[in-house]
């Protein structure tokens, strides 16, 4: 599996290829695939582990990406617009983030909202 290049992509300071926002897309579906994995192997624990690590990553994006400053700038970037919804529907709509029984539906939803498919037609 491959890091993403940067972590937070810098919306406010330069053009995001769509290329890079995918990078990132599959970063969380790796990272969701993987928790899926664990919890297969019934490895509650580290799938536990792996999903802190994916909320840990989109709560860095989401903080950066709500900043006044970076969604003035962006106001008119569909991309922008739609990778930043696609952040903040992943971390709304889980609940019981530290909850064993609910690793699986987490796993879910980050996977549900954070799609290429968001990005096909754009």
Do not use: C
């Not at 995918?22 to 990272?31: C, F, P, S, T």
């Amino acid at each position: 599996m491959e890091n993403m290049k940067r972590s937070i992509l810098p919306f406010d300071k330069e053009k995001i290829s769509k290329d890079e926002i995918l990078e990132h897309v599959k970063w969380y579906q790796d990272h969701v695939e993987e928790g899926y994995v664990l919890l297969r192997n019934e490895q509650k624990f580290e799938a536990r582990e792996k999903l802190r690590e994916i909320n840990k990553q989109l709560e860095q994006e989401y903080h950066h990406y709500q900043l006044e400053r970076v969604n003035n700038l962006n106001l008119n970037n569909i991309l922008f617009k739609v990778y930043f919804r696609d952040i903040h529907q992943a971390l709304a709509h889980q609940n019981q983030k530290n909850s064993y029984s609910r690793v699986h539906s987490n796993l879910y939803d980050i996977a549900d909202y954070l799609d290429e498919i968001h990005f096909t037609d754009l």
